[in-house]
């Protein structure tokens, strides 16, 4: 069998088997390094593996400077293609042969990295890990071959309905916010980005004040703590992140269509929403189960699929971003059904809005946000990334076992008036990307580039 395939196997059985007890017995605890370095770890000693994830606030691509958007995501594909006396292929071939996984991320707001590994290995893949967040080399080869590779994917996606609806709603929502740019970039903007823009990229963002980190696994504190030091610590202690003011959210009640040839046609929609921050947070998570967020239980699939069969999927969801929060959803369905699925959609906005959900809806939806939390600690990456989140959130380190005293303690007269609060109806932003049927746009979509 070959290498690729018996590593991937290995990973494979370790991350399977890696499944954790229960949210309520998920003990979280607080190291701090001889170097000062900050972790929450939960430890799980049922397989001998660390798992870790973290994240740099301040780093993502809404921090891109102007004429550089991408340039947070082009440095996730390539920094560990290659660092230290370890080039490119030299640096895969020993992750693969010690079945380690490291992989970076870009988001809006966050650059994210994660480590998977046996311990038995743990000390050579804290070393590779090391070596790509202080040494990575950015070769002509692999910077070449990435933004090849972001380019061709960028073109794909300027045909892609689904890219085309997100887009132009973002872009008509924030505007010349940084929010409206896409963390992927433009073909012309990854064009422009060079070597010298990816190292300053990690020079002056990676650094421990904005560094958040959740480790998972079997190791102890008094191990944990070297580690983050040998992992992190030759890092800067401040960072030179691009400050990204609040935006006002621009719900105006447009509606925008971008004609394109399909048998059918995708809708995004939304408006303002509320920060994580926010005291009508868990009312808001809790109404938008009712509205949109529950799957098969939310009104808009009842109302749109079930009793008319006008789309296959419809959902809304919350976004809280920490410049610029919304409540957003999307559908997709035939051009000639367009104009009568988004009616029941703003009806059921509308109703929303002015009624709430009733005492039933609110009983099975704390039923299910708390049942179905557990489900998504199921392994020790997901543990981690929720360590991560609850520091970049401010939850405390006592949210996992505390998460369903928030939501039980949502009453329906709370729900009502974040729904008052929240969902204003004719102020919801609209965009269509197909030929829909009986839909007038009420201005010009604003201009994305590919």
């Known amino acids: 069998m070959p290498k690729r395939i018996v590593c991937g196997v290995v990973l494979g059985l370790f991350w399977i088997v890696s499944a ?23 430890r799980d000693h049922s397989v001998p593996i660390t798992a870790i994830e973290f994240s740099f606030r301040g780093a993502g691509g809404a921090q891109d400077p102007a004429g550089k958007a991408g340039l947070a995501e082009m440095t996730s594909s390539v920094i560990d293609e290659g660092a230290g ?48 967040l202080t040494e990575p080399r950015f070769d002509p080869e692999p910077v070449d071959r990435i933004r090849q ?30 929010y409206g740019r896409p963390v992927s970039g433009t073909v012309d903007s990854i064009a422009g980005i060079t070597v010298a823009d990816m190292k300053d990229f990690v020079s002056s963002r990676f650094a421990r004040d904005e560094l958040v980190i959740g480790v998972v696994g079997d190791i102890a504190a008094d191990e944990l703590g070297p580690m983050l030091d040998g992992i992190f610590g030759a890092l800067p202690k401040t960072s030179r992140a691009i400050a990204v003011a609040e935006t ?38 809790v109404m938008n189960y009712v509205l949109g967020g529950g799957g098969f239980a939310s009104r808009l699939y009842r109302e749109v699929r079930e009793k008319r069969g006008l789309a296959y999927s419809v959902y809304s969801y919350l976004n809280p971003t920490r410049r610029g929060a919304v409540i957003s959803g999307g559908v997709a369905t035939r051009n000639d059904q367009v104009a ?69 303690a949502v009453t329906l007269a709370d729900v009502k008036r974040a729904a008052k609060r929240i969902l204003a109806p004719e102020k919801m932003t609209v965009v269509v990307v197909g030929k829909p049927q009986g839909i007038t746009p009420t201005s010009k979509a604003p201009e994305i580039k590919s």
């Open 20 to 42: 954790v007890t229960p949210a309520s017995a998920v003990e979280v605890e607080r190291v701090v390094s001889p170097g000062g370095i900050e972790a929450w770890l939960v």
């Open 85 to 132: 006396d370890l080039d490119s292929q030299a640096f895969q071939g020993k992750a693969e042969e010690l079945s380690v996984h490291i992989k970076f991320d870009a988001g809006m707001e966050t650059f994210r990295g994660s480590l998977k590994t046996l311990n038995r290995h743990r000390d050579d893949a804290v070393e590779l890990l090391r070596l790509a």
């Open 340 to 408: 009568t699925s988004l009616s029941v959609i703003r009806d059921e906005w509308r109703r929303m809005y002015e009624d709430g959900p009733n005492a039933e809806e609110l009983a099975n939806a704390k039923t299910f946000l708390n049942g179905s939390y557990p489900l998504r600690l199921s392994s020790t990456g997901s543990i981690a990334r929720m360590l991560v989140s609850m520091q970049y959130y401010d939850l405390g380190q006592d949210y996992i076992e505390r998460r369903q005293e928030f939501i039980n």
């Open 248 to 285: 006002a959210i621009g719900s105006s009640g447009e509606t925008f269509v971008i004609e394109m040839d399909n048998p059918q046609s995708v809708v995004v929609f939304g408006q303002a929403g509320v920060g994580r921050d926010d005291p009508d947070y868990y009312a808001a998570y």
């Open 149 to 178: 590779q972001i380019i061709v994917g960028l073109q794909q996606q300027s045909t892609n309905p689904d890219v085309i609806a997100s887009r132009v709603w973002r872009r008509a929502v924030f505007a010349d916010h940084p």
